[in-house]
């Protein structure tokens, strides 16, 4: 990619002066400098020990899309933000009532002497040393608050952790109806809190459907996250050359392409005369060349919000482009894939375990035996969706008209692909596998191996995954 006032000559050596790539001088990248050699970094349930010596073909379907043409962007008012978020609320209260078995939700304005429970949706929290403030914001009905918000007094509590946008339920005494100076309508000093359970994991909701000799041969996907290279002609190699290395050595039947492919200058200057979408048809087409040249091969590709070839918005289309290969598929962001009838992989490249991160998430008295990123995808599972901050990041351009195309459905992904620049992780976090890939321009990505189980076997508990450095 040319970035504006300067070129980077050496990304360009072996590339003849055109300005960009197209889909006629794509064959010069072949002379692009060799990909260093990928090396196990970090390791997830090692010993299982699953090995592919063969490749073998999957079936991968579909299971979430988003229909363009039925979306309306930008037109996102106040009062339906609002009703979305109360429906939000009421939805994930209900099932935190059905799991832990609570009476009805109290009244947040009203003053009690003994116990009771109530919903809410954290407005705001942080910490200060030992000192931790949170503002919750109850439902937007009558009832139970109409809109009402108060503070928390969490001392009591062993263990909990907030984010803004966390929905719970917590047990209490609302010791002053008052408003406050920090414009609250009271204090709850509390003594319980409930998160919200996650959602049924999706094995338990299908069976497996597979050919008979392949029964007891392990399944592998290799996910790749951009950005990629630094320019246009490095990431087209980068890309082939990882996809040799995941068809050839590893075996892999499905391969995860996620965004972004052509992004925008570090300085957010976009040069029309660039012709991105020209750049972009380039990188297609090579990815639709390699879905060809290895038969069988599944290449799924998923946009980011970095992308200047995709809508910027989320949740976010596909890519509006027609691959030249079958075996290509163009994702929407996020999507969920069903891979030989058997494991769901979902993938969103939002980043949201960046934007939870470096929010004012507050912990208390974590488990120090889980690092800090997986419990913040911990909350991503139990929130039962794909960006559960509010508000959102300024760049996550999240349109809350279109609030189920990002939630979870009836079920909890086998495995939940999060890429994000934060470092790379695996983990069984609530059940479910976990996998921050990192990103190619920072040398990493992930592979997946799943074996064959019970029907009801824990995808998590029947898998490895590995981080790759590119050394």
């Known amino acids: 990619i040319f970035f504006r006032g300067f070129v980077i000559a050496q990304a360009m050596q072996s590339v003849p002066p055109t300005h960009v790539l197209t889909k006629d001088t794509i064959g010069h990248v072949a002379h692009a400098k060799k990909m260093p ?102 439902p937007w009905t009558p ?53 919200a359970p996650p959602l049924p994991l999706a094995a338990a909701t299908h069976q497996r459907v597979k050919m008979e000799e392949d029964a007891a041969a392990p399944t592998r996907v290799v996910v790749m996250a951009g950005p990629y290279a630094t320019d246009q002609a490095r990431t087209i190699k980068q890309i082939e050359d990882l996809v040799k290395f995941a068809y050839r050595s590893r075996h892999a039947a499905v391969v995860v392409l996620a965004g972004p492919f052509v992004s925008a200058p570090h300085d957010g200057a976009v040069d029309e005369a660039m012709m991105y979408d020209d750049q972009f048809d380039a990188i297609t087409e090579k990815i639709s060349q390699l879905a060809e040249e290895y038969h069988g091969l599944k290449v799924l590709v998923v946009p980011s919000l970095k992308d ?26 996020p999507t969920e894939v069903l891979v030989n009838d058997d494991v769901t992989v979902a993938v969103c490249t939002n980043d949201i375990i960046k934007h939870i991160n470096g929010s004012s998430f507050v912990e208390v008295r974590p488990d120090p035996a889980t690092g800090r990123l997986p419990r913040v995808a911990a909350e991503v599972v139990r929130s039962q969706s794909f960006y559960p901050l509010m508000p959102p990041a300024p760049d996550a351009q999240v349109d809350y008209a279109h609030h189920e195309a990002f939630e979870f459905a009836k079920s909890t992904p086998d495995i939940l692909i999060l890429p994000s620049y934060l470092p790379a992780f695996a983990k069984k976090v609530e059940g479910t596998l976990v996998i921050n890939p990192g990103i190619v321009n920072k040398r990493n990505f992930a592979e997946v191996t799943i074996t064959p189980g019970a029907p009801n076997a824990l995808v998590a508990d029947r898998a490895t995954a590995e981080i790759f450095k590119l050394t």
């Open 37 to 138: 050699v990928p090396q196990p970094e970090l390791q997830y349930n090692p010993q299982l020990k699953a090995e592919v010596t063969r490749f073998i073909a999957s079936d991968v379907k579909t299971l979430r899309d988003i229909d363009v043409n039925s979306f309306r962007y930008m037109y996102d008012p106040p009062e339906n933000k609002r009703d979305v978020l109360n429906a939000r609320v009421w939805k994930v209260g209900g099932r935190i009532r059905a799991h832990y078995k609570l009476p009805e939700f109290s009244k947040l304005t009203e003053v009690s002497q003994d116990d009771r429970v109530y919903l809410g949706i954290v407005q705001s929290c942080g910490q200060v040393g030992s000192a931790v403030t949170c503002i919750v914001d109850g």
């Open 143 to 195: 009832d139970v608050s109409y809109g009402a918000n108060i503070q928390l007094q969490m001392d009591d509590v062993a263990s909990y952790s907030l984010y803004p946008g966390k929905i719970f339920a917590f047990k209490g005494k609302n010791v002053g109806a008052h408003t406050l100076d920090n414009g609250t309508n009271g204090t709850v000093l509390v003594s319980e809190v409930y998160d």
């Open 308 to 333: 200047l070839a995709a809508d910027y918005v989320f949740p976010q289309p596909a890519f509006d482009v027609a691959f030249d290969s079958d075996n290509v598929l163009g994702l929407s962001n």
